[in-house]
């Protein structure tokens, strides 16, 4: 029996991940992947999966993820990114709540660095709202940090997807130079304020390390958490030195 919601997902050059996270919803009615031209295998292994593929150049991770719940055709949407997993025990809880009288779910999210599942730091239990009504739902229309925004009744969900974020420390400062120039675009056209961008530049990094390392109990997750809190320090200030960078050009 298929679980009457649909999957919406995002690619491009995911050979590494798309396969596990299509497996772990096989299940599903329907799977609708927008793909921005993948150059490598993305494309070939969803085909095994599904048929709705649909490419798109690329617009943004709001704008893309918009139109993937677009292409979809059911009453549920499921929004997975294809580094995320969903589980069994996720699956059940899911057919059990799309039957009660909400219009959308947070769902927690197991998160991993390094092949290990972060308990604190601030990373568990992160939910995040990604099953939804497609008629009460829609992207929150940004350049990073996206999220679904839901008319209606929202609950949340018990049983966690897993989310294998970050595979190496490389891939983490991949991802950082690429966030921290979104970011810094946002923080300009949201905050164009000199001294406000200079006093965060100064200050948030050392707030990060402290919040994250202290206040959520970081130091619980051994090394890894020590490196986590710096990095995302490193992160914080980049954003913030770029926002600079662009205000006084």
């Known amino acids: 029996m298929k679980i009457p919601v649909s999957v919406a997902l995002i690619t491009k050059n995911e050979e590494s991940n798309i396969r596990d996270a299509l497996e772990s919803v096989k299940d599903f009615e329907e799977i609708v992947v927008v793909d921005s031209f993948s150059n490598d295998k993305t494309v070939q292994i969803c085909r095994e999966y599904t048929d709705k593929i649909f490419q798109f150049e690329w617009q943004g991770f709001a704008r893309q993820k918009q139109l993937a719940i677009d292409k ?54 992160d939910y995040t709202l990604r099953l939804f009504k497609k008629s009460k739902g829609k992207m929150q229309q940004r350049e990073v940090h996206e999220k679904i925004l839901v008319e209606g009744k929202v609950g949340y969900l018990k049983e966690p997807m897993l989310h294998y974020s970050y595979h190496s420390i490389e891939d983490f400062i991949r991802k950082m130079n690429k966030y921290a120039s979104l970011s810094a675009e946002l923080i300009v056209k949201c905050h164009p304020s000199k001294f406000r961008v200079v006093f965060k530049m100064l200050f948030s990094p050392l707030f990060t390390f402290f919040k994250m390392y202290i206040l959520r109990s970081g130091f619980l997750d051994g090394l890894r958490g020590f490196i986590l809190a710096v990095l995302y320090s490193f992160y914080s200030f980049l954003k913030y030195a770029r926002a600079w960078e662009k205000l006084w050009k």
């Open 72 to 125: 979809t055709t059911l009453e549920w949407v499921l929004v997975l990114d294809a580094d995320e997993r969903i589980t069994e025990s996720l699956k059940t809880e899911i057919m059990d709540k799309i039957k009660e009288d909400k219009d959308g779910y947070f769902i927690p999210r197991k998160n991993f660095f390094l092949g290990k599942w972060i308990k604190h730091s601030g990373w568990w239990p």
